[in-house]
Antibody, heavy 121, light 110 residues
Framework: QVQLQQSGPGLVQPSQTLSLTCAISGDSVSSNRAAWNWIRQSPSRGLEWLGRTYYRSKWYNDYAVSVKSRITIKSDTSKNQFSLQLNSVTPDDTAVYYC???????????WGQGTLVTVSS | QSVLTQPPSASGTPGQRVIISCSGSSSNIGSNTVDWYQQLPGTAPKLLMSTKNQRPSGVPDRFSGSKSGTSASLTISGLQSEDEADYYCAAWDDSLKGWVFGGGTKLTVL
């Protein structure tokens, strides 16, 4: 059974960097059959895919155009986890952030518990 | 403004059949399969219907999905009170090179 456990602060000041981590159990971040995503949800934006990382003999990243200049997703094979960094945040980045796995079937089949991140001073 | 279009609300009485629609374009639904998620208050979305009309283990067969062209639909047969939730469709978009979602449909069981 795959489990994704998220961690990170729930409050970030404007212009600072939002950092979240997603620890994986039951699968490997370097699996060549999975991809590891960050998705956020807010009343104003709904569900919004932010980006993903995946390993296919080498590491790849894809990012949403809306955040491409501000986002970094990294994998940490030693800890079997992946992380999200979103720079220069504004109150518009306030949302519940989820990590999710895209499994072999091509679906986002496992999700983290969600982290409410509020951008406020 | 979500890339995929869903009705904001739907309703039905116990035992009824409810259909939730999802409209997209040639670069998402028209080219790829569609996933459906159920979200209960305060929880993460849960995969309800996988791309090839497969249901993950534990999902009742009352839930089914279909796709035609650039539209898809989720059918819930024999509606039950515990089906009251928000439902989202999703698909990979080949042009945007990312996952796109519908705005969600709030299902009320009357």
């Amino acid at each position: 059974q795959v489990q994704l456990q998220q961690s990170g602060p729930g409050l970030v000041q404007p212009s600072q960097t939002l950092s979240l981590t997603c620890a994986i159990s039951g699968d490997s971040v370097s699996s060549n059959r999975a991809a590891w995503n960050w998705i956020r949800q807010s009343p104003s934006r709904g569900l919004e895919w932010l980006g993903r990382t995946y390993y296919r003999s080498k590491w790849y990243n894809d990012y949403a155009v809306s955040v491409k200049s501000r986002i970094t997703i990294k994998s940490d094979t030693s800890k079997n986890q992946f992380s999200l960094q979103l720079n220069s945040v504004t109150p518009d980045d306030t949302a519940v952030y989820y990590c999710a796995r895209t499994g072999f079937g091509g679906d986002n089949d496992y999700w983290g518990q969600g982290t409410l991140v509020t951008v406020s001073s | 403004q979500s890339v995929l279009t869903q009705p904001p609300s739907a309703s039905g009485t116990p035992g009824q059949r409810v259909i939730i629609s999802c409209s997209g374009s040639s670069s998402n639904i028209g080219s790829n399969t569609v996933d459906w998620y159920q979200q209960l208050p305060g929880t993460a979305p849960k995969l309800l219907m996988s791309t090839k009309n497969q249901r993950p283990s534990g999902v009742p067969d009352r839930f089914s999905g279909s796709k035609s062209g650039t539209s898809a639909s989720l059918t819930i047969s024999g509606l039950q009170s515990e089906d009251e939730a928000d439902y989202y469709c999703a698909a990979w978009d080949d042009s945007l090179k990312g996952w796109v979602f519908g705005g969600g449909t709030k299902l009320t069981v009357l």
